[in-house]
């Protein structure tokens, strides 16, 4: 069984910062393209941030300067650290495996759960 656990979401000032987690199952890991995608009431579900396993990295020109990805490939984690967080950032973000990064992010099979994040004004 595979899976993408995401956790770290929560209702947070507009300015403050969450980090977002995503832990994997390591077949679906190990080797892949991670990403973070987000969907907001009434909107198309969009690219945020991707990392290879290389450590190539993708950010939507939204979240360029305030937003960072990382992976921990040890423990077959990916994280996704959120600052100077604004309203309109407000989505569940969706962790996701199996993209690729060239142009832009484009999103693999494998999704999580979702976790809610909402900024405050």
């Known amino acids: 069984q595979v899976q993408l656990v995401e956790s770290g979401g929560g209702l947070v000032q507009a300015g403050g910062s969450l980090r977002l987690s995503c832990a994997a199952s390591?077949?679906?890991?190990?080797?892949?393209?991670m990403g973070w995608f987000r969907q907001a009431p009434g909107k198309e579900r969009e690219s945020v941030a991707g990392?290879?396993?290389?450590?190539?990295?993708y950010y939507a020109d939204s979240v360029k300067g305030r937003f960072t990805i990382s992976r921990d490939n040890a423990k077959n984690t990916v994280y996704l650290q959120m600052n100077s967080l604004k309203p309109e950032d407000t989505a569940v973000y969706y962790c996701?495996?199996?993209?690729?990064?060239?142009?832009?992010?484009?999103?693999?099979?494998?999704w999580g759960q979702g976790t809610q994040v909402t900024v405050s004004s």
């Open positions: 390591a077949r679906i890991f190990e080797g892949y393209t």
């Open positions: 990392i290879s396993w290389s450590g190539t990295t």
């Open positions: 996701n495996s199996g993209g690729s990064i060239r142009d832009q992010l484009r999103s693999g099979i494998y």
